[in-house]
C-alpha cells in the first residue's frame, strides 16, 4: 500500500508514528508563613500555593494528545481524534485563624 491507494482494505503501517510522550502532570508548590508574617497578618498560620496541571508534554506526537483513551481491544493504539488535555492553573491561600 501506498500514499496513493485509496481503495485497500489491505493493512498497512504507513500511518504508524511513534507515541512515546513525557507528560508533567502534577505539580504542587508550598510556601508557608514563617512566624513574622503571621503575626504582621494577625493569624495563627498559613501559606499560599500554586498548583499546575498539564504543565507540559514533550512529545514528537502530530496529533492533539498522544495519550490515546480506548475502549475496547478493537481500537488499541487508534486515535480517534481525542482532544487534548487542559491545563490548569490554581493559587491558593490558606489561613489558620487564632
Do not use: H, K, W
Not at 508574617?37 to 504543565?55: E, K
Not at 492553573?89 to 485563624?97: A, E, H, K, M, R
Request: zero cysteines.
Amino acid at each position: 500500500m501506498d500514499a496513493n491507494d485509496q481503495i485497500s482494505s489491505r493493512t498497512s503501517s504507513y500511518l504508524i508514528e511513534d507515541g512515546s510522550y513525557f507528560r508533567l502532570r502534577n505539580v504542587q508548590l508550598t510556601y508557608t508563613f514563617g512566624d513574622t508574617i503571621n503575626n504582621a497578618l494577625g493569624i495563627s498560620g498559613g501559606n499560599i500555593y500554586f498548583q499546575g496541571q498539564n504543565l507540559l508534554t514533550i512529545t514528537d506526537y502530530s496529533g492533539l494528545n498522544p495519550e490515546i483513551q480506548t475502549g475496547n481491544d478493537i481500537q488499541l493504539g487508534y486515535d480517534g481524534g481525542f482532544m487534548p488535555v487542559s491545563r490548569t492553573l490554581l493559587v491558593g491561600l490558606n489561613v489558620n485563624l487564632f
